[in-house]
């Protein structure tokens, strides 16, 4: 069975960092691209970033390049996105899920709320 279990996720004030996790289990994680999506309130759910298996290739919708860093380690089942210069319009729940550019699984997890808020 597949699932995600995201977490990291809070209240932080225009400008603050969050570092969010999103830790994965009931597939092969280290030959898994990786995936982080988002979806605010009235909105369809986004790409925000992908990661390939080996960590060594990466993609960033264009709002969020030079502020979120997505990474993984695979020893731990666990993907990452560092999220800096944080923007009311980051608020979002942001989920993860496997593959690269799209979601592998039709599979959720809950989600973890960010909200940027001054």
Do not use: H
């Not at 608020?91 to 979601?103: E, S």
């Amino acid at each position: 069975q597949v699932q995600f279990v995201e977490s990291g996720g809070g209240l932080v004030q225009p400008g603050g960092s969050l570092r969010l996790s999103c830790a994965a289990s009931g597939f092969t994680f280290s030959t898994s691209s990786m995936s982080w999506f988002r979806q605010a309130p009235g909105n369809e759910r986004e790409l925000v970033a992908s990661i390939s298996s080996g960590g060594g290739l990466t993609n960033y919708t264009a709002p969020v390049k030079g502020r979120f860093t997505i990474s993984r380690d695979n020893a731990k089942n666990t993907v990452y996105l560092q999220m800096n210069s944080l923007k009311p319009e980051d608020t979002a729940v942001y989920y993860c899920n496997a593959g690269y550019l799209r979601a592998r699984w039709p599979d959720w997890g809950q989600g973890t709320q960010v909200t940027v808020s001054s």
